[in-house]
């Protein structure tokens, strides 16, 4: 009677071990699926930016000066419950807040290969004071002496905004590392990536005496390093938060509709919320 239950009893562990095993391969499978090669992905998001300062040298037939250590600031809408969705969930109107949108495709498990979109704001901020230097011959703005000394900016010397907007189309390179993982329904990974972009602002622009100016152009490029969480529900469906840094260098801004420039560089912070799904 012993020697049976002994031969029972390792017959249930052995049992038990094996089912342990095959659960153990199973859910290294399932997680090995979460994000396999071949894959691809598509989300929306929007974002919130900061900018560091800057200084912009703006050049024509009438002017040559720079603005120095200029400051400015995002524009997102403003969330409230009439504004989510109007602004943020309408299919007319989804394209005015600060939105996001990537398309990835897996090159191998956990690595990624994206091609996205990013449509941040920037505005000078008004009535801040800023050194300028250079000159301006332009009648009622006149400026002879090249040297450094205090302006303010109001509306009558200039408004410039990359309002319609900073746009940055880049191709980014990522790679995923999951935390914790449930079946095939729910996962949780962090990543981090590096990006390389051209950026077409449509700049808003009115300066001196000159009328409003309004193009879509491309004015430089961009870099940008990123890092964030991708939870996964449902096993197609994500969520993903994510910061952004990144530097651009606009060297080719128009400001005129007679071909005048600005060229400027500057630092930036993005900080993205985005549901997206996985195929």
Excluded at 163 to 182: P, V
Aim: glycine fraction near 8%; aromatic fraction near 16%; proline fraction near 2%.
């Amino acid at each position: 009677m012993r020697y049976k239950l002994d031969k029972t009893l390792k017959a249930l562990l052995i049992i038990a071990c094996l089912f342990s095993l095959v659960s153990q391969a199973n859910a290294e499978e399932i997680k090995e699926k979460i994000r396999q090669q071949g894959q691809l992905y598509g989300y929306w998001g929007w974002n919130r930016s900061q900018y560091s300062d800057s200084d912009i040298h703006f050049k024509g037939d009438d002017h040559d000066f720079t603005l120095h250590n200029t400051s400015a600031k995002d524009r997102q809408n403003e969330v409230t419950p009439s504004s989510l969705f109007d602004r943020y969930l309408s299919p007319v109107n989804l394209t005015i807040p600060q939105y996001n949108y990537r398309f990835g495709y897996f090159v191998a498990d956990d690595w990624a290969v994206s091609l996205g979109f990013d449509h941040m704001k920037y505005v000078v901020e008004e009535d801040q004071v800023v050194g300028i230097s250079g000159t301006i011959s332009t009648p009622g703005f006149e400026k002879s002496n090249p040297a450094l000394e205090n302006k303010e900016i109001n509306r009558e010397f200039l408004s410039f905004e990359h309002t319609d907007g900073l746009n940055m189309i880049s191709i980014e390179t990522e790679y995923f590392h999951s935390l914790w993982n449930h079946g095939r329904d729910f996962d949780f990974a962090l990543f981090a990536g590096a990006g390389l972009g051209a950026m077409i602002p449509k700049t808003n622009v009115k300066m001196l005496d000159y009328k409003r100016n309004d193009e879509f152009h491309l004015a430089g490029y961009a870099t940008s390093i990123k890092g964030g969480f991708e939870f996964t529900f449902f096993h197609n469906w994500f969520f993903r938060g994510l910061v952004k840094f990144g530097y651009t260098n606009l060297g080719d801004v128009l400001t005129t509709g007679q071909g005048d420039t600005a060229a400027q560089s500057f630092y930036f912070e993005e900080y993205i919320g985005a549901v997206g799904y996985r195929f």
